[in-house]
């Protein structure tokens, strides 16, 4: 999914993914069927971002399908020609739709993580993949992307979460209060989860704006037993 937005946010007018036909996965692990189902939600994706879901094909062609293979190829890039450039033709301005895009790229932790039932399932009838996902839950999915925040009166500065974090998008220290970065966060989740239960230092927010992150100087944690040795 990240290399499809990818190819798009770098300025691809289209993206074509070829495989072996249904039934026919070398691997046995049926790849084309994900990549089917896949496909799908990204078209949706697309199109809430207001990109034409016709630039993204997928089909299917066997090793010993040349002309096959040729004949998809050409009528791919004919249709693409006919759309035209790719932002030009939807009436969007280059830059704001690099963002888009490259935004985009930056939830498919998220997007696979909230669609992981879906995504995985498997049907025999590849026409079934069709229309399995609608607008209104594309929607839905954009508008409620959670942001991850460490309460400052509950971090122990344990550092699970920064050690866990996939994009060292958390920074801490052993005697330092940890903070999500907002801007590196590709929200996996990751943090939410293996913060231990005695903390629950990190809060999972929906539609609510996060936190400005503690001044540097209110960071520090002070430990019990250097405060009583501070003391005495
Ligand atoms: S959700 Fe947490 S672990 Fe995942 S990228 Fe964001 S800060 Fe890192
Ligand atoms: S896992 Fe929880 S307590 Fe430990 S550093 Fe992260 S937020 Fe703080």
Redesign the pocket.
Known sequence: MAFIFRAFSKGMDGVCIIGCWPGECNYATGGNYHAFNMVQLCKRLLEHEGVNPERLMIDWCSSSEGIRFANLIDEFSNKIKELGPLGEAEGLEGEQLRKKLEDLTKLVPYIKLAKKDKLALRFDDIERYKDLYSKEEVEELLREVPSYW?DPD?????????RRCPVDA?S?DKNL??IVDQEKCIKCGT?YE???DR?A??KKLVGEPVPPPIPEEQRVIVRKKAKEATAS
Not at 154 to 162: D, H, S
Request: glycine share 10%; net charge positive.
């Open positions: 460490i509950k971090c122990q500065a344990c550092g699970l979460c920064r958390i801490g209060i940890h943090c293996v913060c231990p903390f230092a990190v």
